[in-house]
């Protein structure tokens, strides 16, 4: 595979991935935090990071705007859900395991 239809893919394949965020609004950021390590915030600022390293002046606010749809105190106020205790604590735990990991 050349590397032009490489970054097609792997672009059809992003915008499918923001296509199924944008329509599992439930899916809340502590829940894929806690799941997968990432969440809507991580892939923000990979996409700022990306521009950036190509000399594109995208910057967090931009890129939240293009990963979430809309502007994020938007997305906020309309699908965010206040985090329970056990979501919080599982976050926590999880942070702290890779502070180890990292340290290690």
């Not at 394949?13 to 296509?19: D, E, G, H, T």
């Not at 990963?67 to 906020?76: D, I, L, S």
């Amino acid at each position: 595979m050349d590397n032009q239809t490489r970054t097609e893919i792997e672009a059809a394949v992003f915008r499918r991935l923001l296509a199924h965020l944008d329509s599992r609004k439930d899916a809340q950021n502590i829940d894929l935090m806690n799941l997968a390590g990432f969440c809507r915030n991580c892939l923000s600022k990979w996409y700022a990071a990306a521009a950036a390293e190509r000399g594109e002046a995208v910057d967090y606010e931009q890129a939240r705007e293009l990963v979430y749809g809309m502007p994020y105190g938007e997305w906020k106020a309309k699908y965010q859900t206040e985090a329970t205790p056990a979501q919080q604590a599982q976050l926590a735990a999880g942070q702290q395991n890779d502070r180890q990991r990292h340290a290690e």
